[in-house]
């Protein structure tokens, strides 16, 4: 008996999923896609119905991995609490993030990964990274429109940043001294 195109919609988008979250745990090259398919409770030979090849899959959960930010954005637009740049600073900037490899941020997770990618991987990822550029931008009280861009590149990068090297350095401290102090500088800069 063949499966509806919903279910076959549903499966396609729990797969993308699962691929986000293991990637984002082990590196794009971490997981294969026998060990995601087997994840899913499905086949390897059942791959090919919803990608064209791996190279498919990975831009797909990438640009499924979206920040949280994003679904903040969405929620405020519609009537939710506004966006406020301190308290996005300190989530991105908190120890649970830092401890959310599957769940957090896609450029803190696999930046180098991404850059070593396809053209469709990087093309995802440069679209998220350009929405949290703008939103972090427009979130900025104070400068014109080339300042704010200009501190929101600088912001994005070094919370990127923070986070990754935070990341290296759990367990120690070290590593809440790095995400404290990008905290308490950016908020001076924003």
Known sequence: MGHSQADKALTHQRIVEIAARRFREKGLDGIGVADLM?????TVGGFYKHFASRDALVAE???AARSAWYDDAKAAEEGGPPLELDKMIDGYLSTAHRDAEGT???????????????EATRAAALEQWAFNVGLIATLMASGDDADRRSRAI??????VGAVALARVA???PQ???????VKERLKELC
């Open 38 to 42: 087997k994840e899913a409770g499905l």
């Open 170 to 172: 759990r367990g120690t």
């Open 154 to 159: 600088l912001a994005s990068c070094a919370m």
């Open 104 to 118: 957090g941020c896609v450029f803190s997770a696999l930046a180098p990964d991404i850059a070593r990618n396809g």
């Open 61 to 63: 959960a990438v640009a």
């Open 175 to 181: 590593s809440q001294e790095i995400l404290d102090t």
